[in-house]
C-alpha cells in the first residue's frame, strides 16, 4: 500500500519530502495544489519538476473517500456518506447559511462513548478515521462545492467536529487534520472557525489547549452528575466539576473567550425549570469565578429506538430565556438538513459495531426524569 498523501499536515509532508531527497518548498507546492486545488493527480501538478511529477505516482497517491450516497436537502444542506471499509460508513454534513458555509466532520466509524440521545452512540463502536479520512471529508466536500457553485472562492468557511464520533478519543489523527485545516497553504481556516466538540474528554482538553488550539465545544447536556452519568456515561470517569475545570485550563489558550455548552433538550429529562437555576448555579459559580460560556440549546432530533421525545418548543424557550435574562448569551439551534436526516444526533452512517456499546445501550433502563431537588 502507498503512502497516502492526505494523511499528512504540512509536516508531515515536509518530513515526507525529504524522505524522498526533496526540499521543503516542493512539500508546500504538493500540499497548495492538493488541498487548495483539490488535485488528485500528480500529472496536473504543473509547476512540480518533471522528474518528480514521475516519481510520486509509485510511492504515494492523493486517496479520497468513495462516495457511497449524496443527499441534497430542499434547505441546501447537503450529506454524503463515505465508504471507510470493511462494511463501515460516516456522515459529513455541509450547512450553507447567508454569511458561512459550515461542514460538520466526522472522526470515527461509531462511538463509544454511548450517550443516550445519539443515533452514532446507538450504533456501537468500529474504529478511529484516520488523518486522511478526516481531511478527505473536508477536501471532497470543498472541491466538489466549488465545482457545484461555480465558485472560485472558498466554499467551507467553518468547520465543526460534531459528525459521528468522539473526536478527542481518536487525538492523534485529530490533531494534524486540524493542522491542515489551519495551515495557510491548507484551508487557511482561523482557530475560531475550526470547532471540536466533545463529550469531555479532560485530558485530551489539556492537550488540545498545548498542541493546537481551536474554539471548543463541550456537550454537557446535564446540570448534575447523577443525571449526567446516566446521559453523557464518560461523566463517570471525568465529572462535571473536573470537566469545568478543564474549560477553565482550556481558555487561556482558546481563540475564543469562552466556551460553548452544547444541551440537548429531552423532554421532562433536563429541560425543567429546576435543571435551568442548576446550570445557571454551576456555571456562575464554579472555580469561584464561574465559567465564561455561551449556551447552545439543541432541540432534541429524534431516530427509530431512542426512547425519547424532544422538548415542547414553548418549554425549549423558557429554558433559554432563563438562561439568558441571567446574562448568559443562549442560542437554540435550528435543524437544518431535516428531509435528509443530516441533523444533530442522527448521522448514523453504517457501523460495524465491535464493542458492547450498542448492547449495553439497548438494555439500559428508561430515563426517568429525577427532580434535582430530590438528588
Ligand atoms: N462526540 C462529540 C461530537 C459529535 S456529537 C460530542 O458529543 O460533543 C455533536 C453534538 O450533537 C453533540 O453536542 C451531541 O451531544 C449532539 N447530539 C447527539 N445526538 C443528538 C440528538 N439526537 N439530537 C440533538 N443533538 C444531538
Ligand atoms: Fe459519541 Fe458525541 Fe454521540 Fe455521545 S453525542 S455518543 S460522544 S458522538
Known amino acids: ?55 510520486l505516482p509509485s510511492v504515494c497517491s492523493i486517496s479520497g473517500l468513495p462516495v457511497l450516497s449524496r443527499q441534497d436537502s430542499a434547505d441546501g444542506t447537503i450529506k454524503w456518506l463515505f465508504d471507510v471499509g470493511d462494511g463501515n460508513a460516516v456522515e459529513t454534513v455541509f450547512i450553507p447559511e447567508d454569511d458561512r458555509g459550515t461542514l460538520c466532520v466526522s472522526s470515527q466509524a461509531g462511538c463509544a462513548v454511548g450517550c443516550r440521545f445519539c443515533s452514532t452512540g446507538h450504533q456501537g463502536f468500529s474504529r478511529n478515521l484516520t488523518t486522511g479520512e478526516i481531511l478527505a471529508q473536508l477536501w471532497h466536500a470543498e472541491h466538489f462545492l466549488r465545482q457545484h457553485l461555480k465558485s472560485s ?161 414553548p418549554v425549549v424557550q423558557a429554558f433559554a430565556r432563563t438562561l439568558s435574562e441571567a446574562g448568559i448569551v443562549t442560542t437554540v439551534r435550528k435543524t437544518r438538513g431535516d428531509d435528509i436526516d443530516a441533523a444533530c444526533g442522527q448521522l448514523a452512517g453504517d457501523v460495524m459495531d465491535r464493542t458492547q456499546v450498542a448492547r449495553r445501550i439497548a438494555a439500559a433502563q428508561p430515563i426517568r426524569f429525577v427532580h434535582p431537588a430530590k438528588e
Not at 8 to 28: P, S, Y
Not at 242 to 256: G, N, S, V
Request: aromatic share 8%; hydrophobic share 40%.
Open 1 to 55: 500500500m502507498t503512502v497516502n498523501l492526505l494523511d499528512f499536515d504540512l509536516e508531515g509532508l515536509t518530513a515526507f519530502c525529504e524522505q524522498l531527497g526533496e526540499k521543503r518548498f516542493r512539500a508546500v507546492q504538493l500540499f497548495r495544489w492538493i488541498h487548495q486545488k483539490g488535485a488528485s493527480r500528480f500529472d496536473e501538478m504543473s509547476d512540480l519538476a518533471k522528474s518528480l511529477r514521475e516519481k
Open 153 to 313: 472562492e472558498r466554499v467551507v468557511t467553518n468547520v465543526v467536529m460534531m459528525g459521528m464520533g468522539e473526536p478527542l478519543q481518536n487525538y492523534s489523527a485529530l490533531v494534524p487534520a486540524l493542522r491542515a485545516m489551519l495551515d495557510d497553504h491548507g484551508y487557511g481556516l482561523s482557530r475560531r472557525r475550526v470547532t471540536v466538540s466533545t463529550s469531555g474528554v479532560v485530558p485530551m482538553i489539556d492537550r488540545l489547549a498545548k498542541d493546537c488550539p481551536v474554539a471548543l465545544a463541550v456537550s454537557l447536556h446535564a446540570p448534575n452528575d447523577q443525571l449526567r452519568d446516566v446521559l453523557v456515561p464518560i461523566n463517570r470517569k471525568y465529572p462535571i466539576a473536573e470537566l469545568l475545570d478543564a474549560c477553565l485550563r482550556y481558555l487561556p489558550a482558546a481563540p475564543r473567550d469562552f466556551i460553548t455548552f452544547e444541551y440537548c433538550m429531552l423532554d421532562g429529562v433536563n429541560d425543567q425549570p429546576e435543571h435551568a437555576a442548576q446550570l445557571l448555579d454551576l456555571v456562575r459559580h464554579h472555580g469561584g469565578q464561574g465559567v465564561p460560556c455561551k449556551f447552545n440549546l439543541i432541540p432534541f432530533n429524534p431516530f427509530p429506538d431512542s426512547g425519547l421525545k424532544c422538548s415542547p418548543r
